[in-house]
């Protein structure tokens, strides 16, 4: 089922649609979870949160877009909820006044932001289809199978095209050009 199809379910409130939500997205869930929590937490606890995120999708179903189908939505509450965990965990320990300021300068900002600009500019430059399985397998964490299926590609193939597009990247950020 598409999620377009998935949302316009969960609106009317089906709780098979639920199911198959729960049975399709958790591992993505728990990827987002666990990214958020940067290992602060065990097992029990990010299968908790996901369980949380799943409670939130059935109680605001009706809320959903159609259009923009559930899995930013999912990924927005699951990073949302994991933050707002991590909050409550925190010791209560103050900083000394001596510790070194560990953050990272205006400088550094700068650098980061300049270099992923130009790391979007040169995914923008790949060609159609590697520009979309790139930023769908790298970016969005869908699974290679599932993207070149919907490509129209073998797996073999998108593996090929990573590989090259890697390659491109690579080269486009150092400032060679690939033959």
């Not at 949302?7 to 399709?24: F, M, T, W």
Request: aromatic share 6%.
């Amino acid at each position: 089922m598409d999620e377009r199809a998935l949302v316009k379910k969960l609106n009317k409130g089906s709780r098979s649609a639920l199911d198959q939500a729960i049975e399709h997205y958790t591992p993505y869930v728990g990827a987002v979870v666990l990214r958020a929590l940067a290992g602060r937490a065990c097992r029990e606890d990010v299968e908790e949160l996901c369980a949380d995120v799943f409670v939130a999708l059935w109680t605001h179903a009706g809320e959903l877009n159609p259009d923009q189908g559930v899995r930013p939505w999912l990924a927005a509450v699951a990073r949302n909820k994991a933050v707002d965990w991590l909050r409550c965990q925190r010791p209560g320990v103050p900083i000394p006044e001596d510790a070194p300021d560990l953050s990272p300068g205006p400088e550094e900002l700068a650098q980061r932001r300049e270099q992923s600009a130009r790391l979007w500019a040169a995914v923008d430059g790949l060609e159609e289809p590697d520009r979309t399985l790139f930023v769908r397998y790298y970016y969005e964490g869908d699974k290679l199978k599932t993207i070149a299926a919907e490509l129209g590609l073998s797996q073999t193939a998108a593996k090929q095209r990573l590989f090259r597009g890697r390659k491109a990247l690579k080269a486009a950020l150092k400032g060679l050009e690939i033959p």
